[in-house]
Structure formats: C-alpha cells, structure tokens
C-alpha cells in the first residue's frame, strides 16, 4: 500500500486517484489527444485552393508552382507528416499569403 502525498491516507498500489482527498497518484497518466486536423490546417488548405485558383487567372505559369505546392500540403496534412516553416514561407509568398500565415500560425508538433 501506498500512501497519499496531499492527504496522508492509504491507497492501493494501482490506483489512480487517491478515494479520500481525489488527488491524482503517480500512477495518473493524462490524457494527451492532439486533433489530427486543427482549424488552423483547414483554413490554410481552403486558401491553398482559393490561391490555385485565382492564379489561374494570371496566367497558366503560376499553376507550375501553386498546384503542386496545394497537392504537397493536403498530403502532408492527411498523413499528419510536419510541414517544414521553408515551405510554410514560400506558401505565404507564391501562393496565398493568408494560407502561409496560417501555416506559420499552426503549431504542429509531430
């Protein structure tokens, strides 16, 4: 038997919360779920499309660029794999700038 470090009471070696006081034992593990796709990475991916679209309109050369840079980020944010803040950057000047802020915005930790 263990005993409580807030209250003094005993508690069984498994347990996760001490049944006197309610304080968390050492065995308490939180739960840390991050969402795999926040509302920061939504935006950004409707602005990616919005910004291949409208360079449409300039031209078919900033297609070159802009296509496969939307395709590249809505893969990278379906398999959860990070976005490299070079890229992030080049999305903010060549693509959409309000995507590129939101990107930067985003804090990914995978």
Known sequence: MKFCKYCGSQVADEA??????GCATD????KTTAPSNS???TVAKIFMI?????SAFYLLIPLCWTIPMTIKYCHSIENNQP???????CSLLFV?????IFMLCDNDNN
């Open 50 to 54: 919005i910004g291949c679209v409208l």
């Open 83 to 89: 976005v490299s803040t070079g890229f992030k950057v």
């Open 39 to 41: 509302t920061y990475k």
């Open 16 to 21: 996760v919360v001490c049944t006197n006081c």
């Open 27 to 30: 065995n308490y593990v939180p």
């Open 96 to 100: 959409s700038l309000i995507a590129g």
